[in-house]
């Protein structure tokens, strides 16, 4: 059984920075891709970085390109994201998941699974 628990969520200004962490057990994490994706109230829920096995590889979507970065600590198990210059359109439950897989990321992962999610508010 794979778990994945997110931390690092809360209320931020408009221009302000924020780091989630994303922590993973029960599985050989080397072996998976790793994504954040998240779900702004009242819409779906939307893919918005991944990162390969080996971190070699990293894929955003359009709306936070060079504002977001996803990194990895193989020793430590965990998945960053790190978010600089948040909106209020960055509003969102965010999620961490896992991708068996050892490919390069070019796509968004399709998850095998899913953290439980943290929120993110934005406050303008």
């Known amino acids: 059984q794979v ?32 994504g954040w994706f998240r779900q702004p109230p009242g819409k779906e829920r939307e893919f918005v970085a991944a990162i390969s096995w080996s971190g070699g590889s990293t894929y955003y979507a359009d709306s936070v ?14 998945v960053y994201l790190q978010m600089n210059n948040v909106g209020p359109e960055d509003t969102a439950a965010y ?3 896992a991708e068996r897989s050892l490919r390069g990321v070019v796509e968004p992962i399709r998850p095998d699974y899913w953290g439980q999610g943290t929120q993110v508010t934005v406050a303008s």
């Open 3 to 34: 778990q994945l628990v997110e931390s690092g969520g809360g209320l931020v200004q408009t221009g302000s920075s924020l780091r989630l962490s994303c922590t993973a057990s029960g599985h050989t994490f080397s072996s998976y891709a790793m």
């Open 65 to 78: 390109k060079g504002r977001f970065t996803i990194s990895r600590d193989t020793a430590k198990r965990t």
């Open 95 to 97: 999620y961490c998941a």
